[in-house]
């Protein structure tokens, strides 16, 4: 089974910055799709920002330029260093990792308060 566990949230100023990390386990993570998905009260979740094992980065039009997903094969780790925060960031925070005719896995989330 897939384990997937986020750490970093927690609650930050308008403007101020943090990391979020993913650890992965049982998996070959370096063929695995690795995202971030958001989930903000009363609404529908939704993807932030993804890293295929391509090396392609996808990017959430609203996080654009703030965000930055990276991820490290040997240390079977997702990041997401989200600057200049703001109260619309607000939300719990999931890793996901994905790959075709293997499935979706998804961590237990991590909250992320933006708030002065």
């Known amino acids: 089974q897939v384990q997937l566990v986020e750490s970093g949230g927690g609650l930050v100023q308008p403007g101020g910055s943090l990391r979020l990390s993913c650890a992965a386990s049982r998996i070959i993570f370096s063929i695995w799709d690795m995202a971030w998905y958001r989930q903000a009260l009363g609404k529908e979740r939704e993807l932030v920002a993804r890293?295929?094992?391509?090396?392609?980065?996808n990017y959430a039009d609203s996080i654009k330029g703030r965000f930055t997903i990276s991820r490290d094969n040997i240390k079977n780790m997702v990041y997401l260093q989200m600057n200049s925060l703001k109260p619309e960031d607000t939300a719990v925070y999931y890793c996901?990792?994905?790959?075709?005719?293997?499935?979706?896995?998804w961590g237990q989330g991590t909250q992320v308060t933006v708030s002065s």
């Open positions: 890293s295929t094992s391509g090396g392609i980065t």
């Open positions: 996901n990792a994905n790959r075709p005719l293997r499935g979706t896995y």
